[in-house]
């Protein structure tokens, strides 16, 4: 199994960036998906996930009204777009794979990870 994330680098504070996520190994439609992200220094934590069909998603409250997380099925791919974008969202962000409905918030519950995508807000 395979996830490869993509889509990180440097954006102003207030700009925009749009991270994907590509599973190769699994059956896609099977699986939650989840974005977590990790700053220096500090413990990876959950950004957001999205339900096995995609009608369902969940956002850690600091990025919910700003974050969106949608998937592709055909393509086997789940994307994050991050509007409104502050210094404080600069981490490395990882996409993971739940086996089943999805929606989960520990990273317990995730089976597969990605290798991670750097993003920089900064002016």
């Known amino acids: 199994v395979q996830l490869q994330a993509s889509g990180g680098g440097l954006v102003q504070p207030g700009g925009s960036l749009r991270l994907s996520c590509t599973a190769s190994g699994l059956t896609f439609s099977t699986y939650g998906m989840g974005w977590f992200r990790q700053a220096p220094g500090t413990e990876r934590e959950f950004v957001g996930a999205?339900?096995?069909?995609?009608?369902?998603?969940y956002y850690e409250e600091s990025v919910a009204g700003r974050f969106t997380i949608s998937r592709d099925n055909a393509k086997n791919t789940v994307y994050l777009q991050m509007n409104s974008l502050k210094p404080e969202d600069t981490a490395v962000y990882y996409c993971?794979?739940?086996?089943?409905?999805?929606?989960?918030?520990?990273?317990?519950?995730?089976?597969?990870w990605g290798q991670g995508t750097l993003v920089t807000v900064s002016s």
């Open positions: 999205i339900s096995m069909t995609g009608g369902s998603t």
């Open positions: 993971a794979a739940e086996r089943g409905y999805g929606l989960g918030s520990s990273m317990e519950q995730y089976d597969y």
